[in-house]
């Protein structure tokens, strides 16, 4: 039975949706902002969070947790060196999304989910 089951799964199996979410977090911290649809921006946001809070520790252990979720040291070395720095005296959320509009083709609502400062 599928009860209070809370994952949204983006109509993609187990692997792609890990590949998504990777690449998503990976845009979201080399540029510092990301223009993508709703439902995956609520997906990224909580693995950004848990990302920048590990990254607020700058260990051997935190890095190597960093890049086993991922996989690309620019990536890690930029939330280590620049982002978890600005971020260094809130306690949480990190990022917030705000609602650009529907998209032309399919409606699909978007929002663009970027840094607190």
Do not use: W
């Not at 187990?14 to 690449?23: D, F, G, I, K, Y």
């Not at 223009?35 to 252990?61: C, F, G, H």
């Amino acid at each position: 039975m599928r009860h209070q089951k809370s994952i949204k799964n983006l109509d993609r199996n187990h692997a792609a949706r890990a590949a998504l979410l990777r690449t998503q977090a990976i845009s979201l911290i080399m540029h510092g902002h990301m223009r993508t649809t709703k439902a995956k921006a609520q997906s990224t946001r909580p693995l950004v969070e848990r990302l920048i809070t590990r990254a607020k520790r700058n260990t051997e252990s935190s890095r190597r947790y960093l890049l086993s979720r991922l996989d690309n040291v620019p990536a890690v070395n930029h939330l280590i060196a620049v982002v978890a720095p600005m971020m260094k005296d809130r306690k949480g959320g990190y990022t917030r999304m705000t609602k650009l509009g529907f998209r032309k083709g399919d409606g699909a609502e978007l929002v663009q989910i970027d840094f607190v400062k």
